[in-house]
């Protein structure tokens, strides 16, 4: 059992991994309440071609809501999204040419985000290295036009009529490029 994990931990980099392989040896503490067998199950169902639900270990509804080679993205929960991206980097690390850049966003009314960066084997690296991160609290979403970065805005309204009009506003929206 050691060696065929050790093999396909190497496979995952002797090419460029798919975001499916990747997703599917992420750590379950990166995600608690979603297990080893819920990850499994949302590939089978994206590979049915079915709706991919999952019951999560909170009793809850999980929907990976699209899949593709280099993007993963989860409805964790209602307030809960994460967003999944192999993006590219210059320099190998763990002998790959790229890294996992992950978005979870959580939060109805006044919801913020989180940028993390982790190898294909799940190591965590320093988002600096990366990309400069807004030093207030923000909401983000990947851009891949014109070119790979984060689209980030500042989202602190808790009522729901002045967060609409926050929604509107954008402000202090920015661009971040990826440094590759």
């Known amino acids: 059992m050691i060696c065929i994990l050790a093999s396909s931990l190497c496979s995952l980099c002797e090419a460029q991994p798919k975001m499916r392989e990747v997703f599917l040896q992420m750590p379950d503490s990166l995600i608690p309440y979603l297990t080893e067998n819920n990850r499994l199950d949302f590939i089978d169902f994206v590979d049915s071609g079915m709706k991919s639900v999952v019951t999560n270990e909170l009793g809850g509804k999980s929907e990976m809501v699209s899949l593709t080679d280099s993007t993963l993205v989860l409805q964790v929960s209602p307030v809960m999204r994460i967003d999944m991206h192999l993006m590219p980097v210059r320099e190998p690390i763990d002998s790959c040419n790229q890294v996992v850049c992950v978005l979870t966003t959580c939060g109805d009314m006044a919801p913020e985000s989180k940028v993390e960066v982790y190898s294909v084997h799940w190591t965590s690296l320093e988002v600096s290295r990366y990309m ?38 954008q402000s202090w929206l920015k661009i971040v490029e990826w440094k590759q």
Request: net charge negative; glycine share 2%; no cysteine.
């Open 132 to 169: 400069d991160l807004p030093d207030e609290p923000y909401v983000a979403d990947m851009v891949s036009s014109p070119s790979l970065g984060i689209h980030f805005r500042q989202m602190t309204a808790l009522d729901p009529i002045a967060y609409e009009e926050q929604k509107k506003e």
